[in-house]
């Protein structure tokens, strides 16, 4: 069964930098892109990034492009999430997502379903 775990959230002073781990069992990256949510209390849910292994392709929402990359490790079946200059406005749950699509078509269209989702990973970013 396919399955995704967080980890790597944490306290951090404005801007410094965390490195969050998705840890994926049961499924190929050949198959499903991997994509990075957060939500922060009283807003909605925002896609954060992606990458699709097959083509090689990743996708940052703007406001953390520049700051933020995408990597995977195919050996240990980790996707993360390094986070530098974090903000007080990065301040959410973080989550990563599992699903078959292209980022390219994610980045197209942001309303695309992903059905397999980890725990979430707690972020907040102080002052």
């Known amino acids: 069964e396919v399955q995704l775990a967080e980890s790597g959230g944490g306290l951090v002073q404005a801007g410094g930098s965390l490195r969050l781990s998705c840890v994926t069992s049961?499924?190929?990256?050949?198959?499903?892109?991997i994509a990075w949510f957060r939500q922060a209390p009283g807003k909605e849910r925002e896609g954060v990034s992606c990458?699709?292994?097959?083509?090689?392709?990743?996708w940052y929402v703007n406001s953390v492009q520049g700051r933020f990359t995408i990597s995977i490790d195919t050996a240990g079946n980790t996707v993360y999430l390094q986070m530098n200059d974090l903000k007080q406005d990065d301040t959410a749950v973080y989550y990563c997502?599992?699903?078959?699509?292209?980022?390219?078509?994610?980045?197209?269209?942001?309303?695309?379903?992903?059905?397999?989702w980890g725990q979430g990973t707690q972020v907040t970013v102080s002052t």
């Open positions: 049961g499924l190929s990256f050949d198959d499903y892109a």
């Open positions: 990458i699709s292994y097959r083509d090689g392709g990743t």
């Open positions: 997502a599992a699903e078959d699509l292209l980022c390219e078509d994610y980045a197209s269209d942001q309303s695309y379903p992903f059905f397999i």
